[in-house]
């Protein structure tokens, strides 16, 4: 991994950019409507910082993860179905009450508009929750392309996602970069070819993000957009 200060990436012509733990802290979100969810099975509440570690791969995943707490395998599978249909009715209810922009990231994709690049949120929120939560912080108006973890066949870490939208955007992997918070964000972009940057605040599955193999590691989207030239 390069030094950050000595970084830079051109030829670059799109970003990808994930949502959850990279534009929006939205674990206070999951946070809430896990344990109402929860609440609903007559399960106990679960703290912010083991739900946290459990987002990233999806909402099925999170809800297999959330009630393999009190469960074993089959009890999981058996309590699946009631649990996804509470949580997301839950989620839905509160989409972005709780959640905030960090710091950086209006002046970080104003910057990556300015320098001429393309812009597409790929998160594995599913669409649902993705576009209003974008509306509701004003996100939405600088992305060209908005994919879910339930828009395409595949999510990430598969690379699928990614070569979408280069090909939706009639670019090479080598011109597109991926900015995101996790292992997820850099084994997708790794595996299609894209160039990939890290921000270190967001949800790493509760791994440090210095392990993750990248390009860089930037403190903010504003810090991403400077390293960035077409
Ligand atoms: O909802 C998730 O599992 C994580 O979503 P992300 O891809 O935006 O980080
Ligand atoms: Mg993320």
């Known amino acids: 991994m390069n030094a950050p200060e000595r970084l830079t990436l051109s030829g670059i012509r799109a970003a990808i950019i994930d ?6 802290h939205t674990a ?48 999981v599978e058996r309590h699946f179905p009631a649990a996804l249909a ?28 300015s320098k001429g690049l393309r812009l597409a949120c790929v998160t594995n929120k599913p669409i649902s929750f993705a576009v209003p939560l974008l509306d509701k912080a004003g996100l939405r ?12 066949p595949k999510k990430k870490p598969d690379p699928y996602p990614l070569l979408k939208v280069c090909q939706d955007f009639g670019l090479q992997p080598a011109q597109v970069v ?21 921000v270190p605040y967001g949800y790493n599955h ?19 957009a400077h390293l960035i030239s077409a």
């Open 86 to 113: 509470s949580y997301e009715k839950h989620y839905h209810a509160i989409n972005g009450d709780y959640s905030s922009v960090y710091p950086g990231v209006r002046e970080g994709l104003e910057a990556l508009k």
């Open 19 to 24: 949502l959850d733990g990279t534009m929006l």
């Open 141 to 152: 108006p600088y992305f060209d392309l908005v994919y879910g973890g339930d828009s395409l």
């Open 178 to 198: 991926a900015i995101g918070d996790s292992s997820n964000d850099a084994q997708a972009a790794r595996a299609a070819g894209c160039k990939v940057l890290n």
């Open 28 to 75: 206070p979100d999951f946070h809430v409507a896990v344990n109402r969810m929860r609440a609903d099975l007559t399960l106990d509440p679960l703290d912010i910082g083991t739900i946290t570690h459990f987002v990233g791969k999806g909402t099925e995943n999170l809800m297999r993860r959330v009630l393999g707490v009190d469960y074993g395998p089959e009890e």
């Open 206 to 224: 509760g791994e440090p993000i210095h392990n993750v193999d990248s390009d860089g590691i930037v403190s903010t989207l504003l810090d991403a």
